[in-house]
């Protein structure tokens, strides 16, 4: 079998691995990464948080994006029955970008893929990653090209982004199960048809369900007219549903008078698909040369959009420990990795909790919140989990406990 070698072996080119191989390009790096895809390929995770973009930057790839004409996003708006609050992300506690993009991302990963490229990196698509080997004093994989030949290669360093695909969680046993209950969502893409005024497309809507508070909708505006429209609920809520997805999801979002009026006119001309039990979680998010990006690591829920924004996180975390370890200096990836980044992961956490307890929904839908409290609650709308400065993210869970009291008296 061909064998062969490289500094830093990624496996996968979505987020987390297109912008970790532009940091350790930046860094100089030599950088092989290997996608099972051929790109451009659908997935799922189109609305981005003002945070992301700080990674997007940092990792030399902003103009990619910005020239790209993603949707505009400002903000947040949610809906329930005759309810509606919407926050704006440039008014928010903490520093940092407020504005972002929502993005179809076959194109959005695309891009970064490229701009990686364009950097320097190597990127195979349509190579699957099959096996690995991190008992030895480099990690190897095995992997198969689209001529179905094998090979290995041998890295000084192994980055698993592979999201939902979770190459080394299941090679490793390193999978535990989510506390979340098994949820699942129903999506597709539609030309939305909603006059203009109809709602700000600057920014992503969640509708909660009119009876059932843990049920909600989202619809994430493109640029192009159309619009991302799915529905996240408990497995067997779903399986109440008769019918194709597509059946399926235009049943449910029926039962919310003010989104089926808001898509009266939608044209509905993609079949819907279907994802369940996507929560996830690891034992460890790093072993002896090796580290676990994005999705391969801990997934949480969609509702806060902050998938993307952990996996750029992630690989941000994950560069700058191999900058040290390639400078010689020392690098405990317990202390200096999987901890700073489980801290935001926390904060989300917290409020995703309660937002399906439906204390936060009742946070958010308060007419009297104080303007400041609302700057802070957007700031981790926008993705800031992870600033300590923030009274919502350093005491996330006591904070957020007190507010609800407050908000349900
Ligand atoms: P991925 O985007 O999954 O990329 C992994 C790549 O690895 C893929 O290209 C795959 O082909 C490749 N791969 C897999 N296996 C192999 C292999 N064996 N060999 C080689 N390559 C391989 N996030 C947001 O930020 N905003 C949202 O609005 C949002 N909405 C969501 C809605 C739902 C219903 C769900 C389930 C998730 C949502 N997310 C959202 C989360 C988002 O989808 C993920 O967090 C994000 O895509 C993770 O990026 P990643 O780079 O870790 O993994």
Same mark, same amino acid.
């Given at each position: 079998?061909?064998? +062969?070698?490289?500094? &830093?072996?990624?496996?996968?080119?979505?987020?987390?691995?297109?912008?970790?191989?532009?940091?350790?390009?930046?860094q100089g790096r030599e950088v092989l990464v290997l996608e099972r895809e051929q790109f451009p390929r659908f997935s799922i995770g189109e609305s981005l948080l003002p945070q992301s973009m700080e990674y997007i930057e940092a990792a030399g790839m902003l103009r990619d994006v910005v020239e790209a004409g993603f949707q505009y996003k400002n903000g947040a708006a949610f809906v329930r029955g005759d309810k509606f609050t919407?926050?704006?992300?440039?008014?928010?506690?903490?520093?940092?970008?407020? $504005?972002?993009?929502?993005?179809?991302?076959?194109?959005?990963?695309?891009?970064?893929?490229?701009?990686?490229?364009?950097?320097?990196?190597?990127?195979?698509?349509?190579?699957?990653?099959?096996?690995?080997?991190?008992?030895?004093?480099?990690?190897?994989?095995?992997?198969?090209?689209?001529?179905? +030949?094998?090979?290995?290669?041998?890295?000084?360093?192994?980055?698993?982004?592979?999201?939902?695909?979770?190459?080394?969680?299941?090679?490793?046993?390193? +999978? $535990?199960?989510?506390?979340?209950?098994?949820?699942?969502?129903?999506?597709?893409?539609?030309?939305?048809?909603?006059?203009?005024?109809?709602?700000?497309?600057?920014? &992503?809507? &969640?509708?909660?369900?009119?009876?059932?508070?843990?049920?909600?909708?989202? $619809? &994430?505006?493109?640029?192009?007219?159309?619009?991302?429209?799915?529905?996240?609920?408990?497995?067997?809520?779903? +399986?109440?549903?008769?019918?194709?997805d597509t059946e399926r999801l235009k049943a449910i979002v029926a039962e919310d008078p003010s989104l089926s009026s808001l898509l009266k006119d939608a044209v509905w001309d993609t079949p819907a698909r279907r994802i369940v039990g996507y929560a996830s979680n690891v034992k460890s998010l790093w072993g002896r040369n090796f580290a676990l990006l994005g999705n391969a690591g801990e997934f949480l829920d969609p509702v806060f959009s902050s998938g993307v924004t952990i996996a750029f996180k992630s690989a941000s975390l994950a560069s700058d420990c191999l900058a040290r370890t390639f400078a010689g200096a020392p690098v405990d990836w317990e202390r200096d990795y999987a901890v700073p980044l489980k801290a935001g992961v926390d904060t989300f956490r917290t409020f995703v909790e309660s937002w399906y307890a439906g204390g936060f929904q009742q946070v958010l839908f308060h007419p009297n919140a104080s303007p400041e409290v609302r700057r802070m609650i957007s700031a981790i709308l926008a993705g800031y989990a992870w600033d300590k400065n923030n009274p919502y993210v350093a005491d996330s869970k006591r904070r957020l406990g007190v507010l609800e009291t407050l908000c349900a008296t």
């Open positions: 079998m061909k064998s +062969e070698k490289t500094e &830093i072996l990624i496996i996968g080119a979505g987020p987390a691995g297109s912008v970790a191989a532009g940091l350790l390009r930046k919407d926050f704006d992300f440039r008014e928010k506690f903490s520093p940092g970008w407020g $504005t972002t993009y929502q993005v179809q991302r076959a194109h959005f990963d695309e891009v970064l893929a490229k701009a990686a490229e364009r950097m320097g990196a190597t990127v195979r698509y349509r190579h699957e990653v099959l096996s690995v080997d991190v008992d030895g004093e480099q990690p190897q994989v095995t992997a198969r090209s689209p001529e179905g +030949e094998t090979y290995r290669v041998q890295a000084r360093f192994l980055l698993d982004a592979s999201g939902f695909g979770r190459v080394l969680p299941k090679l490793l046993k390193l +999978e $535990t199960p989510s506390n979340f209950p098994m949820r699942g969502a129903l999506f597709t893409h539609v030309e939305d048809r909603v006059a203009p005024g109809g709602f700000d497309r600057n920014k &992503i809507r &969640i509708t909660v369900h009119p009876e059932h508070v843990h049920v909600w909708y989202w $619809t &994430i505006p493109f640029s192009n007219g159309r619009c991302s429209l799915g529905v996240v609920a408990k497995r067997e809520f779903l +399986e109440q549903y008769q019918g194709t």
